[in-house]
């Protein structure tokens, strides 16, 4: 959750030339990177909450890829996922990108079709981490509001009137004035819009 | 037959009937070993010895004075009247002084053979004859006897396509040859004795020549019989197995007087031996292609490792060298790695290539130890693919074994594979094939495959080694069948036991080689 963190790519595979032939290869465009021998060693080094992204071989002896893509989204992690397989490995593919896989890539691949489908990764990472953010920002910013503040609040997202409002909280209608625009300043409002699409971000029925 | 016979009795009728003469002639004519029958002109007897008595079952009383025909079968019995006129007319003699074998009839109405001769009493009118009859029933059954025999002896011989023959060293003696003997050489009936130097030029396969000079040679020492298998070409090309037995025997000073031998034409068999063994041989092939097609998917993913790697080091190196400041240590260390995983999949191909290529059985000095893991490199490919271990565990040191490598590697790796099978719905901390070589207690090489899956149905266990059976959807149903007779055929055992847990043991035994092996 620390801004500024570098998003570094994760590699996991079984097979030593081919992930050091990636981190090699992830290296020379600059990526940080960090390999891993198995699931197992991935976890217990606790990065999954982590920017970044992680290239992962669908198939290993012990915890296979889908087995640690499991084990990932039960701990709630957002790693984006980029999958290695083999030709035959389609139906894993399928099944890992139901479960929320970003992609796949066949193996013996072009690098730049790698790289890309990294960066488009790391993009995604980076979007929903800034999403997140964002989303962890406005919640502070509303548990700053006082309950009739807050009050206040749902009934202008709601879409009634200043005096609609009053007449709802028996309150007068300078009064509703006040509290609104004390939400405005602590929301951080542009624009009735903006306050409305904040609300919306954080409190749709899924986050 | 008998010249003293007829001199005698001439000499006696010639004298008759003096009283005197005419009981020496009585006394001649019951004593002699041969029946004797005296007749008239007409044919009417007038003699009939003691011994014709036996031979015939007469009494006197009942032939005295009859005629002669009556002791004989048709057709003579209707036609001696005429035999006898004519000679009588005109002196023409057809049997009298030489004699024949004819059937004779007793009273009981058998007939017996028997040898005839017939004198003419001279010197008495109207002329009298003297017939001589000597059984030779017994003469007869043995000579029958005999052809048959020979006969039976022959038709063997053809049956068999075995031929014997004796031939004597030098040109010493008579040499034989049966008449198969003829035919499976090629040459006609009677043809004259071949001699040895002969033989081995004009009959023996060129390619077989020295060995059977040899032990030829080791032959004529008296000291070891002849047991030799070889070719030989006949004269129309033809080429011909032979198993050639033979014995040299010697006289007093050792030198060789005959020898004896029986020549067994081979050809048949050999040809069906050959004919089986190709077909096993292709069958065996057939099996390792297919089990190799089992496992495509699995060899697939092993060379892509190597070129996937290959590649991005490859695309790696390129991009670290257009840097300004690039680090030559990695791509150096890329570089190996590079060629390191070039020759790591070419390693597989060969592998895989060796293990799939029609090619003679060879039999050759076999560490198992480095046989098998040379195989891990295949089985671990299926095993990665399903997602299951496999353990090696092998003794060392272990003595050399004499195999076929590759069909060895067939057999384990048949057996691994059906280990992996049968653990495909086995939980993880049970998917694991344990492959273990050891020394077992008679010193042969025993090679285990222990999984730890599903176990045997009892009505699986029972056709087990037929082949076409299989548990498998995709299965031939050919690899343990196939397994057990390469086990067999290198001279050791392969059956299976129960795992402690759950599971199955494949055991199989090889015989040790010979600690100093030459080639032939």
Redesign the interface.
């Known amino acids: 959750m620390i801004k500024e963190q570098k998003p570094t790519v994760f590699v996991v595979d079984d097979d030593a030339a081919v992930r050091d032939s990636l981190r090699l290869l992830l290296k020379s465009v600059g990526l940080p990177v960090e390999v891993f021998e198995s699931g197992q060693d991935f976890l217990d080094a606790d990065r999954d909450d982590r920017p970044g992204c992680l290239v992962l071989d669908i198939r290993m002896p012990g915890m296979s890829g889908l087995e640690l893509q499991v084990k990932l989204n039960e701990r709630h992690s957002i790693l984006p996922i980029i999958f290695i397989t083999g030709h035959g490995d389609v139906p894993m593919a399928v099944e890992a990108m139901q479960a929320g896989a970003v992609d796949f890539i066949q193996k013996p691949f072009r690098d730049q079709d790698l790289l890309d489908r990294i960066n488009q990764a790391l993009d995604k990472d980076a979007g929903s981490r800034r999403m997140l953010a964002e989303r962890n920002m406005i919640r502070k910013r509303l548990e700053s509001l006082t309950p009739r503040e807050r009050e206040v609040l749902d009934l202008v997202v709601a879409g009634k009137a200043n005096k609609v409002i009053a007449g709802d909280l028996n309150l007068s209608q300078r009064t509703v004035e006040i509290h609104r625009a004390r939400v405005m300043e602590k929301m951080e409002a542009h624009s009735l819009a903006h306050l409305v699409r904040m609300v919306l971000e954080v409190e749709r029925p899924e986050a | 037959m008998s010249s003293k016979h007829r001199s005698a009795v001439r000499g006696a009728a010639a004298r008759h009937p003096g009283p005197q003469k005419g009981l020496e002639y009585r006394a001649i004519l019951e004593a002699a070993v041969d029946a004797i029958i005296v007749i008239d002109h007409q044919g009417t007897i007038e003699d009939f010895s003691l011994k014709a008595q036996q031979l015939f079952g007469y009494v006197p009383e009942e032939v005295i004075g009859r005629n002669v025909s009556m002791l004989m079968p048709e057709p003579h019995r209707g036609a001696h009247d005429g035999y006898l006129r004519r000679h009588m007319q005109t002196g023409e003699r057809r049997v009298i002084g030489r004699g024949r074998e004819v059937m004779a009839l007793r009273k009981d109405g058998s007939e017996f053979p028997c040898d005839l001769s017939v004198g003419q009493v001279e010197g008495v009118d109207p002329p009298r004859f003297v017939g001589f009859l000597h059984d030779i029933t017994a003469r007869k059954k043995a000579e029958e006897q005999l052809q048959r025999s020979e006969a039976e002896l022959r038709l063997a011989q053809e049956l068999a396509n075995l031929g014997n023959y004796v031939m004597h060293a030098g040109g010493g003696g008579h040499d034989y040859y049966s008449p198969q003997l003829h035919r499976i050489l090629g040459v006609e009936p009677g043809s004259p004795s071949i001699a040895r130097e002969d033989y081995l030029e004009r009959w023996v396969h060129p390619a077989d020549r020295k060995r059977v000079a040899e032990a030829f040679a080791r032959m004529d020492t008296g000291n070891s019989p002849l047991d030799i298998e070889y070719q030989v070409v006949l004269r129309d090309g033809t080429v011909r197995h032979l198993h050639h037995l033979a014995q040299a025997v010697l006289d007093a000073d050792r030198r060789v007087v005959k020898y004896i031998g029986t020549i067994h034409d081979i050809t048949d068999r050999r040809r069906a031996e050959d004919d089986a063994r190709v077909l096993q041989e292709r069958l065996t092939h057939f099996s390792r292609l297919s089990t190799m097609g089992e496992m495509a ?1 699995g060899l ?2 092993e060379i ?10 490859a ?3 390129q ?2 060298m257009i ?1 300004p400041d690039a680090d030559t240590d ?1 791509v150096i260390a ?1 570089l190996e ?1 590079i060629n ?2 070039a020759l ?1 999949a070419g390693e597989v191909i060969r592998r895989l290539r060796n293990f799939v290529k029609n090619r003679e059985v060879k039999r050759e000095p076999v560490d198992c130890a480095r046989l098998l893991e040379d195989l891990s490199t295949l089985a671990e490919t299926d095993a ?2 399903h ?3 496999l353990r090696l565990d092998c003794e060392e040191p272990l003595p050399t074994v004499y195999a076929d490598p590759i069909q060895l590697q067939q057999v384990v790796l048949n057996l691994v594979r059906n280990a992996i099978d049968a653990m495909s719905e086995a939980p ?1 901390e049970r998917r694991e094939v344990v492959l273990s070589t050891r020394m077992d207690a008679d010193g042969e090489v025993e090679v285990t495959v222990a999984d730890r899956g599903t176990g045997l149905a009892p009505e699986a266990t029972e056709h087990l080694f037929n082949p076409f059976f299989t548990t498998k959807a995709s299965g031939t149903g050919l690899g343990l069948a196939i397994s057990r007779s390469i086990v067999r055929a290198h001279g050791g055992r392969l059956w299976h036991t129960p795992n402690d847990d759950c599971g199955v043991r494949f055991h199989f035994t090889l015989p040790v080689a010979p600690a100093v092996t030459t080639g032939d």
């Open positions: 998917a697939a993913h892509n490792q190597p070129l996937s790697a290959i590649a991005t080091y695309r790696a190196c991009r670290i840097q990695d890329a790695q390191a995983q790591r990665r693919l997602n299951i271990r993880e």
